[in-house]
């Protein structure tokens, strides 16, 4: 079983330019999430999704939207880069909320110039 | 949410036991606790849950005194494959919003 595969593994891009983070899971988990990691800032969430059709709101989701139109797929898009958005980006899936284990992908190292 | 305190980092050597205690004084009555274990380029994996008293499994062992205000984490005999950041979170049934904070960075020296 794959778990959660993310895709690129890493990329560099133009600040300005519009991007979106791949994520596919195998497990058929009904949530799924997407967090960034900064040094010194540990992980913070992004936006996530407790069901296919529906999105919500995390922690920092200023510069990124997302989607979720069928269970296994939840692509982060950064609309317009800025450097500020340079980082590692986890996606994660769970069956259900917090009591569930969150599995999470290898990441994409994103840096933006 | 309930808000979690943790040290920022610990170092160790390899066979000692590794205990990091968490805070979280605002615990709600259905709030569980979960650690999660990150190593460097990994995303973070699940470690172990309890609700209340002490859970054990084969990587780690979780005490939770009875007012739930704290938990520590323990693990046993710790080699340098340990050498991780570990995260706690505090939440319930109903919680989608994690904050996994900065954890604390665990060094095991040989």
């Given amino acids: ?113 | 949410l309930a808000k979690t305190t943790q040290p920022i980092s610990m170092d160790s050597y390899e066979g000692q036991e590794v205990n990091i205690t968490c805070s979280h004084n605002n615990i709600a009555t259905n709030d569980y606790i979960t650690w999660y274990q990150q190593f460097p380029s990994q995303g973070p994996r699940f470690i172990i849950q309890g609700y209340k008293t002490k859970v054990t499994n084969e990587v780690a062992s979780l005490f939770i005194p009875a007012d739930r205000k704290s938990s520590t984490l323990s693990l046993p005999r710790v080699s340098l494959s340990d050498t991780a950041v570990y995260y706690c979170l505090v939440g319930d049934g109903n919680d989608y919003k994690l904050s996994f904070g900065a954890g604390t960075t665990v060094t095991v020296r040989a």
């Fill in chain 1, 1 to 113: 079983t794959a778990g959660i595969t993310q895709a690129p593994t890493s990329q560099i891009l133009a600040a300005g330019r519009s991007m979106t983070l791949r994520c596919t899971q195998d497990m058929r988990h009904n949530a799924m999430y997407w967090y960034r990691q900064d040094l010194g800032l540990g992980l913070r969430l992004i936006h996530y999704s407790n069901t296919a059709g529906t999105t919500g709101k995390g922690e920092v989701p200023d510069g990124y939207s997302v989607s979720r139109a069928n269970t296994d797929d939840f692509p982060l898009t950064l609309a317009s880069a800025v450097p500020s958005q340079t980082s590692v980006y986890f996606c994660a899936s769970s069956a259900g909320p917090l009591t569930d284990t969150q599995y999470f992908g290898p990441g994409t190292r994103l840096t933006v110039l």
